[in-house]
């Protein structure tokens, strides 16, 4: 952890929950790890695409050392934006900045959650 709380990594493979992954963005990236799946809500003059602003199934994350997810790297996020197409989607975050677990109070102002009513 960081001296402010933060996770400095998290290997999605091993900690489960929801994770609010930040940048120097007002986008964030928000990774359900229990239903492998992204949310990407945008900020305010960030670029706009099919998938935002709802969850997504997440195909993968890359770089990856195992599954992690490092402060100080950009991530590749691969997501199926249409599970009934032929294509996916892809974003390339920021250098992250903070990594943190979502608290009830954050996530129930989220949208619901894949294969989940809250």
Do not use: C
């Not at 706009?48 to 790297?73: H, M």
């Amino acid at each position: 952890m960081t001296a402010s709380g933060g996770w400095e990594m998290v290997d999605l493979d091993v900690f489960g929950g929801v994770w609010a992954i930040r940048s120097e963005s007002s986008t964030v990236y928000y990774v359900d790890a229990d239903m492998r799946a992204l949310l990407r809500q945008t900020g305010k003059g960030s670029s706009r695409g099919p998938a935002d602003n709802r969850w997504v199934p997440l195909l993968r994350v890359s770089p990856l050392v195992g599954n992690a997810v490092r402060i100080g790297e950009r991530h590749k996020y691969v997501f199926d934006f249409k599970p009934d197409g032929v294509h996916y989607g892809w974003w390339l975050q920021r250098p992250v900045t903070a990594i943190e677990r979502v608290g009830a109070d954050e996530l129930a102002g989220l949208p619901p959650r894949l294969g989940r009513h809250t």
